[in-house]
């Protein structure tokens, strides 16, 4: 076994988190749900785990974590519906699988590793996604499951506001705050999550999962689930993932960029995610950020947002967390 220390860090999506309206309390439950994810994952790493296992179980908590789930909790679209979308892919050998509009399928991370390990197709939507969650044995549940109180009264507010907005958008969320008096955590909870690895054995995995954006028209499909924008993973650079405006990272192909930067013009890890989050998103009104580890285990948690939910862990120290700058 290599001597690598394995790295992994998460997101649990960027925005402009006001710290003036994060109350105390939500923040600490944020910060213990990242701690905890973090060093679940970390522990399948140190126990000679893959970076593919250990960034699909980190996806899955997030999806499952009332905090962060991007399954129970997602956004809703305009129509007052849900379309999930979520990504995997291994750094070792190219392979990805991802998933779009899914309503039905509890853990859409799941959904997307099924379709890599099939093989036939890297990116599946809609019915036919969920024709194929369901043939390989996913658990299902009714749309009504990703529901929640606040999250409907997030979309009245951004619907009637006549805006699409970023599930960790303090704009968003804030949006008569205190007359809907909804709980902050209430409110905030979930968001894109991601999750990227490197394993002690030299490889890399990324995984993404989300609602998408508040109020987004039915059948929009943001960067998420698309290999080279919202995910993406290469042993010979880096494994990304991103949170953000969905568009601009497709527009600007985020996270295969970050690779591309390092592989074809020799920039460190932190250039190539510097340049992408603070330069060519910002140039096109991108907001957000992204979550990425090199195949030597260098780190980097860029955002141009005011905050994003993240931690990190390497070798066997204690995860970190983190919220604002
Ligand atoms: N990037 C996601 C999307 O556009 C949204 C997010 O990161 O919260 O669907």
């Known amino acids: 076994m290599s001597s690598i220390p394995p790295v992994i860090a998460i997101h649990g999506g960027a ?25 679940a994952a970390q522990r399948l790493l140190l126990s000679g785990g893959s970076a593919l296992d250990a960034t699909c179980l980190a996806v899955e908590m997030l999806e499952d974590c009332p905090l962060f789930n991007a399954g129970h909790g997602a956004v809703f679209t305009h129509e007052e519906t849900h379309e999930l979308d979520a990504a995997v892919m291994d750094g070792a050998d190219l392979r990805a699988g991802a998933v779009a509009g899914l309503s039905h399928v509890r853990r859409p991370v799941r959904a997307a590793r099924a379709v890599m390990e099939d093989g036939a197709h890297v990116l599946l939507a809609g019915a036919g996604a969920e024709a194929f969650a369901r043939e390989r044995g996913l658990e299902m549940v009714e749309p009504a499951y990703f ?77 998420s689930p698309l290999i080279g924008a919202g995910t993406y993973a290469d042993d010979r650079t880096a494994a990304v993932s991103c949170t953000g405006s969905g568009e601009m990272f497709i527009r600007v192909a985020a996270a ?37 580890v090199d195949r030597q285990g260098h780190l980097s948690l860029a955002f141009n947002t005011e905050g994003m939910y993240r931690a990190h862990a390497r070798g066997a120290e204690a995860p970190v967390t983190a919220i604002h700058r």
Not at 16 to 31: C, E, K, N, V
Not at 263 to 268: D, E, L, M, V
Request: charged content about 20%; hydrophobic content about 45%; proline content about 2%.
């Open 147 to 223: 529901s929640t109180d606040a999250r409907r009264a997030q979309l009245h507010r951004v619907r009637d506001a006549g805006r699409v907005a970023l599930d960790h958008d303090a704009a968003a969320l804030a949006f008569n705050f205190q007359r809907e008096q909804a709980p902050l955590d209430e409110d905030r909870k979930m968001g894109t999550v991601g999750a990227v690895a490197l394993d002690m054995h030299g490889h890399l995995a990324a995984a993404t999962s989300t609602g998408g954006m508040t109020n987004k028209r039915v059948g929009r499909v943001g960067d």
């Open 15 to 39: 925005g402009t988190i006001s710290a003036a309206t994060l109350a105390p309390d939500a923040a600490r439950g944020y910060h213990e749900a990242l701690h905890a994810i973090t060093l």
């Open 256 to 292: 295969y960029d970050v690779c591309a930067r390092m592989r074809y013009a020799n920039q460190s890890l932190a250039e190539a995610c510097d340049a992408v989050v603070m330069h060519s998103l910002p140039a096109i009104g991108g907001n957000g950020g992204l979550i990425a």
